[in-house]
């Protein structure tokens, strides 16, 4: 079985950065594409971003294009998003997610591996 643990969420202030890691265990990660959610209190799940598994391919939501940029390490089974500019809506908590396959999925249910999560608490 693998593992998704994200690290690297914290508070933050407006127009402040962070980038989040999520760190893959338990099997090699290489061949999947890895994606990027997040879920603010009182809402759903929503997309961020995307990547496919050789790094070719990046999908964004419409409110982080711009701002964040999804990018991997396969030697190091890791996934990051490095986040700009931020803004008090982008508070939530940001989960890593797995999928095997070629294309960049954007709906929750395409993937089948989620990390716990971390917080990102951006302050105005």
Sequence with gaps: QGQLVESGGGLVQAGGSLRLSCAASGRTFSSYAMGWFRQAPGKERE????????AGRTHYADHVQGRFTISRD??????????NSLKPEDTAIYYCAATLTLMVPVGERDYDYWGQGTQVTVSS
């Design 47 to 54: 997309f961020v971003a995307a990547i496919s598994w050789n």
């Design 74 to 83: 396969n030697a190091k089974n890791t996934v990051y998003l490095q986040m």
